[in-house]
């Protein structure tokens, strides 16, 4: 069975996220999901609005209608304090299927920065290839590939631009304009948590 990882801060979690989720669903049926949020992000070190077991809270909520057997909400970064790298969670994963070949599903943004990623060539060994599915380049136009990244190793899946970020949603957040992108449940958590904290939003 092929195992696939997609990991992120998902901070928080939004329609983006569901997109990618919901198109390596169709595109690999088959397959098992991983969906790996982390806490502490190597690129994004300098804290969340969210607690990790909030973010945990999060992902469940926003998920909820995709985890299944195939389809799983991982704890493997999120229940570290310290800063979490792919290639750690990679090579766990290859412990636990050692049978199993291994895709990482990352966004086109993610793969012009890929050798900021720590041991990314180690990555690129230990992987079966990359799936890029949160295009930013519009299809059918070609997406540009590093060169030290095999060509062979890149599936790019044709699907739609979705540009809303995370860090879009929380400058945002206080206009309460994000229905559109957080499933109602999220969002009404989300306003709890941030509530509970004394926040009147997102810093």
């Given amino acids: 069975m092929e ?3 997609f990991g992120g801060s998902f901070n928080p979690p939004h329609l983006g996220h569901r997109h990618v989720i919901e198109t390596i669903s169709k595109s690999y049926p088959k397959a098992l999901l991983y969906i790996c949020p982390n806490f502490v992000s190597p690129f994004k070190e300098g804290g969340k609005e969210f607690r990790s077991n909030e973010i945990w809270e999060l992902c469940l909520t926003e998920f909820e209608g995709f985890l299944s057997e195939n389809v799983i909400l991982w704890d493997e970064e999120i229940k570290k304090p310290n800063t979490s790298f792919t290639i750690d969670s ?3 994963l290859r412990t636990l299927h050692p049978n199993s070949e291994i895709s990482l599903v990352i966004g086109e943004d993610n793969l012009d920065s890929f050798e900021k990623w720590k041991s990314y060539l180690e990555i ?3 992987i079966k290839q990359i799936i890029v599915v949160r295009r930013v380049t519009p299809y059918p136009k070609e997406i540009f ?3 030290y990244i095999p060509k062979s190793k890149v599936n790019l899946l044709p699907n739609p631009i979705l540009p809303i970020s995370s860090t879009e949603i929380r400058e945002i ?3 309460n304009l994000v229905t559109e ?3 109602p449940k999220t969002k009404e958590l989300a306003l709890r948590f941030l509530n509970d904290k004394n926040k009147g939003g997102f810093e």
Avoid: A, N
Wanted: proline share 6%; no cysteine.
């Fill in 3 to 5: 195992v696939l990882f």
């Fill in 90 to 92: 990679l090579k766990t």
């Fill in 124 to 126: 690129l060994d230990i």
């Fill in 145 to 147: 590939i590093p060169s």
């Fill in 173 to 175: 957040f206080h206009g």
């Fill in 181 to 183: 992108f957080l499933l």
